[in-house]
């Protein structure tokens, strides 16, 4: 339960802010009450505008893997900000970041930085429709890719949480531009491309879907899109603005999905906490924007030094310290312990996880897309989410969003976690 300050504070901002927040899922709409404010963060805690101490699963949804205020990340971007902080001019460290993304990551012949994922994804889509020659883009039922306009049919995550399947402000001709299939479902991707083959410029999807909730890509998906867009002409784009070096270091899609897009976007863990995204890819698709082709692209703030200096210092600690096998050892641990307490007390929650990142779904039955996220419980999910708060535990205010551990968790802090939830699920009728 949030105290006086935190509703004074939103009392405040929703004078100066619409809805009193910068991001909607912010707003606790999706769960209730008032939203909370944080002050600072070390580590794997956040300390809220009224001195609480919370253990943070929400990690800047995702952002955050090396933990808050990581010493070695700080101390890059101070040293960083004394030499400047931007010049609109092209700086030596953008050149080490492209090249250690391109050396990381397979496929990635060549760059480009953006400052955010929903910029990273507007270009991939403007690219592939500039290559291409067509104007159709195939996403997702649930997946969310960006606030841009085409990518705002059917999406996920806020806007899942807010009820709308778009928005208002998004034109006829940006959803007739984009067709939606069920995740995890070739069969319907297929009858797409027999339907609009000829029209679709590219596929894009979230190689482990995020943004209903932590969704895995059925066995052989990833490879029967790269399979399905190969045969008809169009690009594969795999949004990995959330998945990127968050299961490994490298991408989703090289590291276990077993394909090579044409395209790729990277964000949050690039960032260190920073606004810092990419647009990647083979190089005869990545010449075609300007400078060098005529697909146009620009951006005053890309590859702003101190997120690029926040960038390399966190791909250099991933790299030396190699967290991951333990952050999947603690996500399974959490995951596990969740879903055995709601069955213990006759619970519909099933917790699904993949290395260190996890969803506890309400419901009795595996999520595979969006269909199954929708028949979730969302008012047992609001209860759990503030019964785990007034217990010092932050997760996602919303049923449709991921769950982080950072490298900065430990077992303590899982034993907490379910210590806490147990406690919830005492409170909860079966």
């Not at 010049?87 to 397979?106: M, Y």
């Not at 217990?391 to 034993?415: M, T």
């Amino acid at each position: 339960m949030t105290g006086a300050i935190h509703a004074d504070l939103f009392r405040r901002a929703r004078k100066a802010i619409p809805g009193g927040v910068n991001s909607p899922v912010r707003a606790f709409n999706g769960v209730g009450g008032t939203p909370v404010f944080v002050e600072s963060g070390k580590g794997a805690r956040i300390r809220t505008a009224d001195g609480r101490l919370l253990a943070d699963y929400c990690c800047s949804w995702g952002a955050m893997i090396l933990g808050h205020a990581h010493s070695a990340v700080s101390r890059a971007v101070a040293a960083r900000a004394k030499l400047g902080t931007t010049f609109g001019i092209a700086t030596p460290d953008e050149v080490k970041f492209a090249e250690r993304l391109c050396a990381l990551v397979p496929g990635l012949d060549r760059v480009r930085a953006v400052n955010s994922g929903t910029e990273a994804v507007m270009t991939a889509i403007r690219l592939a429709r500039g290559v291409t020659g067509r104007s159709m883009v195939l996403k997702f039922d649930g997946c969310y890719h960006g606030h841009s306009d085409a990518m705002l049919v059917k999406s996920g995550s806020g806007v899942l949480t807010m009820g709308a399947s778009s928005s208002a402000g998004v034109t006829p001709g940006a959803v007739a531009d984009t067709l939606v299939a069920p995740y995890n479902d070739l069969e319907a991707v297929a009858a797409a491309f027999r339907r609009h083959g000829k029209s679709i410029s590219a596929v894009i999807v979230e190689p482990v879907a995020g943004n209903m909730g932590l969704v895995p890509p059925a066995r052989g998906f990833l490879k029967g899109l790269r399979a399905l867009t190969a045969r008809h002409g169009a690009l594969l784009i795999c949004d990995e603005v959330i998945n990127g070096f968050r299961f490994g270091f490298s991408s989703y899609s090289a590291l276990y999905g077993g394909v090579t897009p044409d395209l790729i976007t990277l964000g949050k863990v690039i960032g260190g906490g920073l606004p810092l995204a990419a647009i990647g890819g083979k190089a005869k698709w990545m010449r075609q924007l300007a400078p060098d082709g005529p697909v146009y692209q620009a951006g005053t703030l890309s590859g702003n030094p101190l997120a690029v200096a926040a960038g390399l210092a966190t791909l250099d600690v991933l790299e030396r310290e190699q967290p991951y096998a333990r952050m999947a050892d603690l996500g399974s641990a959490l995951a596990v312990g969740v879903s055995t307490i709601a069955a213990e007390h006759g619970l519909p929650i099933t917790c699904q996880s993949f290395n260190g990142v996890f969803t506890p779904f309400c419901t009795d039955r595996p999520v595979t897309n969006l269909a199954d996220a929708k028949s979730c419980d969302t008012a047992l999910y609001a209860k759990v989410f503030h019964g785990l708060l007034d217990r010092g535990i932050y997760i996602a205010p919303s049923q449709f969003e991921c769950n982080f551990v950072s490298a900065a968790h430990a077992e303590r802090d899982v034993d907490a976690f379910l210590s806490a939830f147990e406690a919830v699920c005492r409170t909860l009728p079966a």
